[in-house]
C-alpha cells in the first residue's frame, strides 16, 4: 500500500497544490494563459515525442487496441449524452459538453505521468494511442452535435475541414506524428536539441497538474445538478470497466496494455471539457462542477484502482 500511495500521492498532491494556491491568491485568470500555452504547447508535446520516438516502431501498429479503446469511449459518450439528454431535457448542445465529461478522461494532463510511474516503458505505446484516438473520436462527435444543435448550420464540407484541421493542428497530434516519424527512421537528435525537449517533457506533469488544480480552484460549485452523479459513475467507474470488458472481448493483449487502458479510462473529467463549454458557451457551471468534483473522487477511485494493479488483483482478461 505504501508504493501505491507514493505513486499517486505526488500526482494529487500538485492538484491540491494548485488548488490551494488558487484559493489563497487568488490571481487573475488571465495570468494562467502563458503557463497553459507552455503545457499544452512546449512541454506535453515534447513528452508525447519523447516517449513514441524512443518506443519501437512495430509496437504502434496495433489496431485491434486502437479498436477496442475508442470504441469503448464512444459507448461511454453515446451513454453519457443521453443521460444528458434525459436530465436536460433534450438541450443537445449541453447534453454534448456533459457527454464529454462522462467520456472525456484527463488523459493530457494526468495520462502520461501516471501510466509510465506505474508501468514504466511498456505503457508509452498504449497511452499514446488512447491519446491520439480518442482525442479524434471527441473533437469529431463535439462539432457535428454542436452543429447539429445550433441554429447556424455548417456544410457537410465545411464541417469536415473544421474537424480536419482541428485534429491535424493540434499540438499534440503533431508531436505525435512527429514522433512516429523519428522512430520509423531511427532518428538521432543533435544533443543540444535532445537535451531540451527533455528539460521540456520532465517539466510537463508538474506544471500540469498545478494548473490543473489552480484552475478547479477558480471555478464555483453553487449546486451540483442531478445528473453530474450519474456522469462521473459513468466516467469513473463504467467507462473503466467497458474498457476492461471490450478489451477482454477481443483478446490477445499484454497484460500492461490492458492495465494502461482501464487506468486512462478511470482517470477524472479533463480540464478540456471546461475549455469546449467555454468555447461553445454552454454548460459551463456545470462543466466546473464535474471537474472539480469528479477529480475530488477520483483521488479515492484511483488510488484504489493502482492497489488493485500493485495486487495483481486485476486479471488480464474477464473471460
Not at 8 to 14: K, R, V
Not at 56 to 65: D, G, S, T
Not at 161 to 182: K, S, Y
Amino acid at each position: 500500500m505504501n508504493s501505491v500511495v507514493s505513486l499517486a500521492l505526488p500526482f494529487f498532491g500538485l492538484i491540491l497544490l494548485g488548488y490551494l494556491c488558487g484559493r489563497r491568491l487568488r490571481y487573475p485568470e488571465a495570468g494562467l494563459q502563458w503557463m497553459s500555452f507552455f503545457i499544452v504547447y512546449l512541454a506535453l508535446p515534447a513528452l508525447f515525442f519523447k516517449l513514441i520516438a524512443e518506443a519501437p516502431f512495430e509496437q504502434l501498429n496495433n489496431w485491434p487496441f486502437v479498436i477496442g479503446t475508442t470504441l469503448s469511449t464512444f459507448a461511454i459518450f453515446v451513454l453519457s449524452f443521453l443521460v444528458g439528454m434525459f436530465a436536460l431535457r433534450g438541450q443537445v448542445r449541453e447534453a454534448t459538453i456533459g457527454a464529454v465529461a462522462g467520456a472525456y478522461p484527463n488523459i493530457g494532463y494526468m495520462g502520461p505521468g501516471l501510466t509510465l510511474a506505474v508501468f514504466g516503458q511498456e505503457a508509452i505505446v498504449p497511452t499514446a494511442l488512447i491519446f491520439v484516438f480518442d482525442n479524434i473520436l471527441l473533437f469529431t462527435l463535439v462539432p457535428l452535435l454542436m452543429s447539429f444543435g445550433g441554429t447556424q448550420k455548417m456544410r457537410a464540407l465545411e464541417m469536415a475541414w473544421f474537424i480536419a484541421r482541428r485534429v491535424i493542428t493540434h499540438p499534440f497530434n503533431i508531436a505525435i506524428a512527429a514522433a512516429i516519424l523519428a522512430a520509423w527512421l531511427h532518428v538521432d537528435l543533435p544533443t543540444p536539441i535532445d537535451t531540451m525537449l527533455t528539460f521540456l517533457k520532465n517539466a510537463a506533469a508538474p506544471c500540469a497538474l498545478f494548473l490543473m488544480g489552480v484552475t478547479v480552484a477558480l471555478r464555483e460549485v453553487r449546486t451540483v445538478p442531478g445528473e453530474i452523479p450519474v456522469l462521473l459513475a459513468i466516467k469513473l467507474v463504467l467507462h473503466p470497466l467497458v474498457v476492461w470488458i471490450v478489451l477482454s472481448a477481443i483478446g490477445g493483449f499484454r497484460h500492461e496494455w490492458v492495465m494502461v487502458a482501464v487506468l486512462m479510462a478511470a482517470l477524472p473529467p479533463a480540464l478540456n471539457v471546461f475549455v469546449l463549454a467555454n468555447q461553445y458557451r454552454v454548460y459551463v457551471e456545470r462543466a466546473s462542477t464535474a471537474i472539480l468534483i469528479g477529480t475530488a473522487v477520483s483521488a479515492g477511485t484511483v488510488t484504489l484502482l493502482l492497489w488493485l494493479i500493485a495486487e495483481n488483483r486485476l486479471p488480464t482478461t474477464l473471460f
